[in-house]
């Protein structure tokens, strides 16, 4: 079942922000999520708010006004944002970070190596509470970020399952 519903997330077609933000601007992401778009939010509540979209030529649902930010749902809830290049981090993290700046920002970061005889991205993972930014990066950037819930954003990292 993680397996299906990872696999069915995925990025999007970039174009103009939905929302009237102008198109190339950056968004940030915290432990709850999006602007209007929180952890534990229902695939209907956001369908029914215009927020999920199923409607694009995508390898999943869609977030309106968030062209390369892919949802993960499990059980019908958000538990994971797998975040576009133009989303950062409160504090400014976003891809093409230095390793060194995650380190300096999140002092509790927390090294998790991919298992042996993959070909994954290493990873850092900085936690609080049930919540957690997962850093994907090849040893000196950021290559792509995860939030959410640490456990499932743990589990991705384990399990080696992209957006699509």
Known sequence: MTAASIAGSGAHPSGPGLD????GSVEVADLNGLRGIEFG???D????RGILRTDVDACGPSLAGYDTTSPIFIDDRLVLL??????RTP???AAGS???EVRSRYPSVRELDPPQGTHRFDGLIARQGDRAY?????GDA???IIVGYADWAQRLFEEGHSPC
């Open 41 to 43: 939010d229902t695939e």
């Open 134 to 138: 997962l850093f994907l990066h090849d």
């Open 20 to 23: 009237g933000r102008p198109a």
């Open 142 to 144: 950021v290559r792509k």
């Open 82 to 87: 797998w975040l576009g290049d133009a989303t």
């Open 91 to 93: 504090e400014g993290v």
């Open 45 to 48: 509540e956001l369908t029914r």
């Open 98 to 100: 230095r390793v060194e």
